[in-house]
């Protein structure tokens, strides 16, 4: 922070953040009669030498917004989208390289996946949304180091059986009973950071690696018997880490999807693990990082707000 | 409305129904070790002789909504859940005919879809959650006729190009230009009505039903080169009448999900139909009935509130 | 509908409607250094004759809905708005008089309130959203016959005493212990039709019309001695028609936020009506029409979709 | 982390949190007729001693999270509910000190207010739910020292003139003009750190400091003339810190919610500040933490997800 520019008052300016959230970008690539998609929505972060605009509302190292979601819109074009993070890697070399004053750049992206409607016709330009997760990309520059975090969100999965609770601590409010027999289901919302971060060495393949951990966290998932859902975190992370070498951290947010018995005895009838009623609120909240050995962490702690 | 139960007011009662919404019901069935997933959200209306709870606060006739959603439980292990539609008249029948003053039950139902995740484990328990669409069933009964409105929300669709509009009415207030390949999407909210009304008829088989007219619906989108979102809501319709006899009326609200063209001549770029971005609000919003000839409409006009 | 336009096929249109649904129109009104806000949430939906567009695509009886946005946007400088119910006025018969393939137009609008934020400057410029409820408004035209229909949502009230639910039918899925004091909480949504119907008579004052009517339903909902959430709602419809001449009929739907009394004896204490669990889902829905004696009722029964 | 508990695995187990989020709890204190609320949204997590649960599955450790729900309305009746503060320092206590192997505790809490609706009766016992914005409050202890941090989010504001936009960097993807009277509104999500830490201090007054930072913090919104939203948002800390001693740093995440001037000229009507259409997305987002001079920054970064 320079000193001319520190006001004559208590309150000093601390870490600060601007750009242009929820860019929505549909990127429609022909090859022949057959069309790709690539739909995302990019949210751009600059930051550096801020601290005039903050203090006297001068703008002249200000890049405006507008000009950042400009710059979303004409890279889709000049660059193409071959993944959410080769293509925020663009956008994050640019703010940072472009623009003295801007120091660091985070572009984060939600990413909707479509899937081929099949028809009897030539073409092939018809698409259904699928609605099973978002995908998540992280890039931050700082004009030497890449941090790149991928993730996903909303995910929703359910095991009817092979999940137990039991042996736990009790106190004067504990009113729980055991179970032997349980459904377990949760949101899967995921980060997992790679080791990539400079430019001297190759890229991951973004695509491919998305598409193995979604298949390893859902088979560990399902594979775990569970005693409790820290331990099947756990065993997802680690299933990620041990396959997956270009990771070294991933970290879970997962809402215990409550479902509940339901007590059919003042019916006369008999519920063996049949009937549940699906609960919204409250819902255990487990959260974990799950590390290689000796990394660092550096996914921050809360994915979620609660 | 009997004579002793009109207050000595100027203001009457006017139609009224009653019971508990959104009653989250999960039932899973054991083939050995393999799991089968319903999933529902299941909300109940009932009306009848209900004068008096109105007026003077007297529960006499009045079957309390925590029994209405003690009995969806209570069905789910009785009945099983074979289909939503199923389910639903199975509910709808017991309220009518076991309490005298419910003359009419409403039965309106949601599915959420379950995918089962393949492991080389084998148990198979284990399930993700699709996200594509929500299917909806609404099964009415009077104590003698039945009504059943099956339909589905939230089915986002594209197609990339084989659409056009032009030729439109200009008046003062038009500035848009003609297009003759834009993206065509929209987020389909459909209704369709069975001529199935009574127990002396078979039934329709409803989970088939349901899988034809979505395989109809998407491919009647994709494979209608379009000149507006209203020829194309009319060939989904006609699609379903036309292959699927138990069905008599089809009501569709489509919202035009706008993906606009982005100008990039000012960065000296030719956006040759490749980047869009997609619109929230405003959004057009196309509603439409399509009938087999002859008979009459009965879904109501407005499945969406705006 | 025209016999040229009827294609040799099994299925015919229906009732059918269009136009462009969330137009978010705010009016600034200056008066000198006070200003005033009007924030609107507008949505078109015309019909008429629109065979051709369904059957054939041809749009020349179309009105672009782009159109029918800018219109919006061009009658709050015309017009400015004076009240959300006036404004509807002005569009809907624009549009029916001005192209004569449109024979209806139906204008939904939401309205958002803001409270002026007290400063010690000479300015009145400063404004905070009141978040309380959403007001209503519907205007619909043929070019004879208006119908006005307010109202307002998302209005959560809560009598903490002076409620009590008893007296019911038990019947072999009962299990609910009767209550003779509990907390009865509700999300108001609620509808009322104007009289009002040809321009030869005195339109109502809109905005004191609903002020009024948002005072003597609260007053109403706090007044009542509850004995069951019926009793409340046809004492909310009847103040209103008792006070309000201009009013013929008011639907409320109203969900029942229940507030449990938690069990807080195992851990030895005692809950004296003091210590509640809000619940989501389920939840009791009560809908009833309250008329004015003679009256039709004409608001649909279907307020929300569950 | 105890080496006995270390998998013979590549994968570790970090940073980890654990319990029951969004106990909604509703107290109700009764003073004769006249009724008070507090209606709050209830998260717990807690972190320690938590190795084996994960990596093995043994629960010897957990106290279960519905435990932790029990708790929180335990406490209600033992303690009361003051503020959202004092009653998340007394659940925070509870855990760290009452179970050796939970080392620290993290409440947070939502509340949500309620106005009195004015009758005519004698009781006071009748409430709407105002909906302006959400009060937060997380408390943080780890046995020794305290944390608080309290704030707000969905507090919508707009200043009708008195903003301006101009002098900014122009880079090639540029094409916004420059503003000298436009709107400027946003939603407000803030956070503000408390210097209390130990128990030895006197604590604020978390009701009064509450009301008297929102105060603080809609004035200087109104108040400021403004060259850019960032110098807004530093105005808003600076004021906070300046008139509240109890506070050493504030942080806010500020969504620019643009207001487009709409052009009539197209209709042949000038536009003079009068008609704008409200946009959705993008938005600008700036962000930014003002401290007390010599204070460390401990709020995290981050206030939402984009």
């Known amino acids: 922070m320079a000193d001319h520019s520190h006001p004559a008052r208590p309150?000093?300016?601390?870490?600060?953040?601007?750009?242009?959230?929820?860019?929505?970008?549909?990127?429609?690539?022909?090859?022949?009669?057959?069309?790709?998609?690539?739909?995302l929505n990019v949210s751009v972060s600059?930051?550096?030498?801020?601290?005039?605009?903050?203090?006297?509302?001068?703008n002249a190292h200000v890049l405006p917004t507008d000009t950042t979601k400009n710059t979303v819109y004409a890279f889709a074009k000049e660059y193409g989208i071959e993944s959410a993070e080769q293509f925020g890697?663009?956008?994050?070399?640019?703010?940072?390289?472009?623009?003295?004053?801007?120091?660091?750049?985070?572009?984060?992206?939600?990413?909707?996946?479509?899937?081929?409607?099949?028809?009897?016709g030539e073409g092939a330009h018809s698409f259904v949304r699928e609605g099973r997760e978002t995908r998540l990309?992280?890039?931050?520059?700082?004009?030497?180091?890449?941090?790149?975090?991928?993730?996903l969100k909303d995910l929703v999965v359910m095991n009817s059986t092979d999940s137990e609770f039991w042996g736990y601590v009790k106190d004067k409010y504990t009113t729980l009973p055991e179970?032997?027999?349980?459904?377990?289901?949760?949101?899967?919302?995921?980060?997992?950071?790679?080791?990539w971060t400079e430019d001297a060495r190759e890229m991951p393949d973004w695509e491919k690696s998305y598409e193995q951990i979604r298949k390893h966290l859902l088979q560990a998932f399902a594979d775990t018997y569970s005693l409790s859902l820290?331990?099947?975190?756990?065993?997802?992370?680690?299933?990620?880490?041990?396959?997956?070498?270009?990771?070294?951290?991933?970290?879970f947010s997962l809402?215990?999807?409550?479902?509940?018995?339901?007590?059919?005895?003042?019916?006369?009838?008999?519920?063996?693990?049949?009937?549940?009623?699906?609960?919204?609120?409250?819902?255990g909240l487990i959260e974990a990082t799950v590390l290689r050995d000796?990394?660092?962490?550096?996914?921050?702690?809360?994915?979620?707000?609660?």
């Open 11 to 39: 309150a000093v300016l601390g870490q600060n953040q601007y750009g242009k959230a929820e860019n929505r970008v549909v990127k429609i690539t022909r090859d022949g009669a057959t069309h790709h998609v690539k739909d």
């Open 89 to 120: 890697i663009h956008l994050a070399r640019h703010f940072v390289t472009s623009q003295e004053p801007i120091r660091r750049a985070r572009i984060r992206i939600e990413e909707y996946a479509w899937q081929r409607i099949e028809t009897s």
């Open 179 to 195: 179970a032997h027999d349980r459904i377990l289901a949760t949101e899967v919302s995921g980060r997992w950071r790679f080791n």
């Open 137 to 151: 990309a992280q890039i931050t520059y700082d004009g030497g180091t890449w941090e790149v975090v991928s993730g």
């Open 294 to 306: 000796g990394c660092e962490a550096r996914i921050p702690v809360d994915l979620t707000n609660l």
């Open 46 to 58: 600059l930051s550096g030498d801020m601290e005039e605009v903050h203090y006297s509302g001068s």
């Open 255 to 283: 809402p215990n999807k409550h479902h509940f018995l339901v007590d059919l005895e003042p019916f006369g009838l008999k519920n063996d693990n049949e009937v549940y009623l699906a609960a919204d609120r409250p819902y």
């Open 230 to 251: 820290q331990q099947t975190l756990y065993e997802m992370g680690a299933r990620i880490i041990e396959h997956r070498d270009e990771v070294d951290e991933v970290r």
